[in-house]
Nanobody, 123 residues
Framework: QVQLVESGGGLVQAGGSLRLSCAAS????????MGWFRQAPGMEREFVAA????????YYADSVKGRFTISRDNAKSTVYLQMNSLKPEDTAAYYC????????????????WGQGTQVTVSS
């Protein structure tokens, strides 16, 4: 089983940028498609972005398209989420996860989760 640890969250001004990292250990990382989700207090956990096992295909929620970029470095067993033009509504705990199943957008497709990293965007 793959274990995941997110990092890179913090406090940033609106319009600023952050890069989140998700470091994996355990089973071979390159065998897994990966996703990022986020959850604000009192809200449902929502899909943000995903990437295929090879990195050839990426998927984004409409709310972040054009601002966020997901990437991966299989040699480093790490997936990244570059977040630009951040808005206060991006404030949430961000989680990475390994993907099984079929749909990249469906939360039940993801089996292994990290503990999350907090992103707070001030106005």
């Amino acid at each position: 089983q793959v274990q995941l640890v997110e990092s890179g969250g913090g406090l940033v001004q609106a319009g600023g940028s952050l890069r989140l990292s998700c470091a994996a250990s355990g089973r071979t990382f390159s065998f897994y498609a990966m996703g990022w989700f986020r959850q604000a207090p009192g809200m449902e956990r929502e899909f943000v972005a995903a990437i295929s096992w090879s990195g050839s295909n990426t998927y984004y929620a409409d709310s972040v398209k054009g601002r966020f970029t997901i990437s991966r470095d299989n040699a480093k067993s790490t997936v990244y989420l570059q977040m630009n033009s951040l808005k206060p509504e991006d404030t949430a705990a961000y989680y990475c996860a390994t993907k099984g199943g079929f749909s990249y957008y469906e939360i039940r497709s993801y089996g292994n989760w990290g503990q999350g990293t907090q992103v707070t965007v001030s106005s």
